[in-house]
């Protein structure tokens, strides 16, 4: 069959994007489908002791899904400062390439049937602001990617995700759910940002992870639906 695949972007830094694509591909391999993941740029990498490094997020989806896999294998571009990957290329050296990039993509989707595909911080993440402005919207947009959208359940998301997805519909990208990270199902507020986020932006909501949750609460036929 041919691969299908979804980009998994947040609406900023630490909301919890490789939380969530651990439990995707977590789920989808727990349902017997040949998933695998993808993550284009990595910063905050941990030198090992034999000066390698090694990608903490890649590190902890490969363990949490099951993947038999190097959690190296899963990335291409690998930074060891916890900075923009646009700032952490320029000290290392290096030019982040979109042509790369997409490459590497189009050799995982020929070994899987699913792919899931992280970015880097929120949307507008930088990877080059040296040569050519290239955004983590550039790369959604030349992978030619649906957007699953990851925000936290508490205060202030509801701005958050707006704009993000303004910024997404303003882009032409797609945005084909939204997962509320850290959600409480017994806190007012975060029922109510879940009600309001549907209600404003007309896209579903597909699960609500709770903090410390070891699988993604959604049917399979629904997961299906993200990965085009």
């Known amino acids: 069959m041919v691969c ?4 998994v972007t947040a609406t900023g830094t630490d909301v919890g994007k490789t939380y969530v694509s651990a439990l995707i591909v977590k789920k ?4 017997k489908l040949d998933c695998g993941y993808y993550k284009p740029v990595l910063s905050g990498a941990i030198r090992q002791n034999d000066s390698t490094f090694l990608p903490g997020d890649c ?3 490969v363990k949490t899904s099951g993947l038999n896999v190097n959690p190296e294998a899963c990335v291409t571009y690998c930074f060891e400062e916890a900075v ?3 700032l952490a290329a320029m000290r290392a050296g290096i030019k982040i390439d979109k042509d790369v990039i997409k ?4 050799k995982r989707t020929a070994k899987y049937d699913y792919l899931v595909v992280e970015g880097a911080g929120g949307i507008t993440c930088p990877f080059d602001l040296e040569n050519d402005v290239l955004l983590l919207s550039d ?9 699953l959208l990851v925000a936290d359940g508490g205060l202030g998301t509801i701005n958050s995700v707006l704009l993000t997805v303004d910024y997404a519909k303003n882009c032409g990208i797609n945005i084909c759910g939204i997962i509320l990270n850290n ?3 017994n806190d007012f507020m975060h ?17 609500e992870v709770a903090k410390g949750d070891k699988t993604l609460d959604v049917q399979k036929d629904e997961l299906l639906k993200i990965f085009s």
């Open 191 to 207: 029922l109510d940002n879940k009600r309001q986020i549907e209600r404003l932006t007309g896209i579903r909501v597909l699960a």
């Open 4 to 7: 299908k695949s979804v980009f």
């Open 183 to 185: 959600y409480d199902k």
């Open 139 to 147: 790369i959604i947009q030349y992978l030619h990617q649906d957007v």
């Open 28 to 31: 989808m391999r727990e349902m």
């Open 84 to 86: 923009s990957p646009h």
């Open 103 to 106: 490459n590497e993509f189009l």
């Open 59 to 61: 590190d902890f989806v």
